[in-house]
């Protein structure tokens, strides 16, 4: 059974940095795609970053890039978002997913993704 653990939210001001982690298990992470997306009340979950397994590329949504760094240990079957100048909009909670698929597909869609966690708080303050 896949489990994926998302750890490391919090409270933050606006322009400051934090990084959360999520820890996977029941599943070949080392050939796991692996993503963050967000998601805010009354609005659908979003595509904030991934990487891939076979390329090392990774991919982040436009409000993200140059600000956020996703990144994996496959040796600790951890995926990390390092999240730096936050903004207040940054605010919400933050899932982690795994695609244990050969090709990735379209990386955006929620349907791409095959387990997710159970999402960690971000709030960034103004």
């Known amino acids: 059974q896949v489990q994926l653990v998302e750890s490391g939210g919090g409270l933050v001001q606006a322009g400051g940095s934090l990084k959360i982690s999520c820890a996977a298990s029941g599943l070949t992470f080392s050939r796991s795609h692996m993503a963050w997306f967000r998601q805010t009340p009354g609005k659908e979950r979003e595509f904030v970053a991934v990487?891939?397994?076979?390329?090392?590329?990774?991919y982040y949504t436009d409000s993200v890039k140059g600000r956020f760094t996703i990144s994996r240990a496959n040796a600790e079957n951890t995926v990390y978002l390092q999240m730096d100048r936050l903004k207040p909009d940054d605010t919400a909670v933050y899932y982690c997913?795994?695609?244990?698929?050969?090709?990735?597909?379209?990386?955006?869609?929620?349907?791409?993704?095959?387990?997710w966690g159970q999402g960690t708080q971000v709030t960034v303050s103004s």
């Open positions: 990487i891939s397994w076979r390329s090392g590329n990774k």
């Open positions: 997913a795994a695609n244990a698929d050969y090709y990735l597909g379209n990386f955006r869609h929620l349907q791409t993704y095959n387990s």
